[in-house]
């Protein structure tokens, strides 16, 4: 297997607010290589965004730390970005309404690469918008933002994201604003991106159904820390971590016989995630989990390696 393109190795990120301490995400360890696509999952709040904020240096971790190319990151921001791109969730707000389609892209292409012509600039806007498939070209490229469908806007901003050549793709939420309708057509391009160019994909969502279609592997966060992972398959047939049971079960899927576990969790009032300014001790899923042991209460579990790739923190892996 190559080696990761960027890794998270025990990275965790404090927040102050006032006198208070959000603990938004605990010891979170992430591998992604090329051509293989990652998908972060968990409901809102549970650290994905905080995560992809790291692995993009937005702001440094409080603990661990991130590498790219297996070296610890630090120094120049733009040479960073020149590898490594987060794509938004809302496709508007990473625009500049202010300018057209060709400034947007104009002005990334000339602020990662060495000066060019203005011919060969005007070339790679064209060859960016063909590789999104925002053909003809001529029909696009004079628009303002606010011209352009929700998909088309993203398409802009995955194309501005590939102006820098990068190895690293991190999508947060890339579709979740865009019509219903158009979502498959974006899972389709971000399949072939990493296909054509060997990207390195983090794909982040809430959403298990299109984490099931895009993904080779899958990671689920729960209130700032990583529950389980492995490869996509296995770890939707068959979670082992309580908290992934719930979220696979509680997503729509008339081919799976949910009976069993539907039972266990249905039977209770699951109540909102905790709080991440006094996070539960121990397990933080504790409160919520029908099999939670005394154990779970005080402390965290680890990371218990399983065959095939996978992982998981929960007690009932360890004390098998
Ligand atoms: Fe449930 Fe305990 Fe496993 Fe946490 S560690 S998911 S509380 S069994």
């Known amino acids: 297997m190559s080696q990761p393109v960027l890794e998270a190795r025990g990275v965790s990120k404090h927040f102050t607010a006032g006198r208070a301490t959000v603990r938004a995400v605990e010891d979170a360890t992430l591998a992604l290589l090329p051509g293989r696509i990652v998908a972060l999952v968990g409901e809102s709040g549970s650290g994905k965004t905080t995560l992809a904020r790291l692995l993009a240096r937005f702001y440094p971790p409080t603990a661990g730390e991130i590498r790219l190319r297996g070296e610890p990151v630090k120094g120049n921001q733009r040479a960073y970005y020149r590898d490594v791109q987060l794509i938004f969730q809302d496709p508007f707000g990473s625009l500049n309404p202010l300018h057209r389609v060709r400034y947007n892209l104009e002005r990334a292409v000339k602020l990662h690469h060495e ?45 501005r994201a590939l102006a820098v050549e990068p190895k690293v793709l991190l999508g947060d939420e890339p579709i979740s604003m865009l019509d219903v309708s158009i979502r498959l057509e974006m899972l389709n391009l971000l399949d072939r991106l990493r296909t054509e160019d060997g990207l390195a994909l983090l794909y982040i969502t809430h959403d298990i159904a299109s984490a099931r279609y895009l993904c080779d592997d899958i990671v689920v966060m729960y209130a700032g820390r990583m529950v389980e992972g492995g490869p996509k398959e296995a770890v939707i047939a068959d979670p082992l971590h309580p908290y992934t049971q719930l979220l696979i079960d509680s997503s729509p899927d008339p081919e799976r016989d949910r009976t069993d576990r539907a039972a266990l969790f249905d039977a209770e009032d699951l109540g909102e995630p905790p709080s991440l300014i006094d996070p539960p001790a121990g397990c933080r899923f504790h409160p919520r989990c029908p099999v939670a ?15 095939d790739g996978r992982w998981t923190h929960c007690w009932l892996q360890e004390n098998k």
């Open 115 to 159: 000066v060019r012509s203005k011919e060969e600039v005007e070339q790679r806007v064209v060859e960016l918008l063909e590789r999104v498939s925002l053909t003809p070209v001529e029909q696009f490229v004079d628009k303002f933002p606010h011209e352009l469908s929700g998909g088309q806007r993203q398409r802009v901003v995955i194309a």
């Open 293 to 307: 042991m005394d154990i779970c209460r005080t402390d965290v579990p680890p990371r218990t390696e399983l065959p």
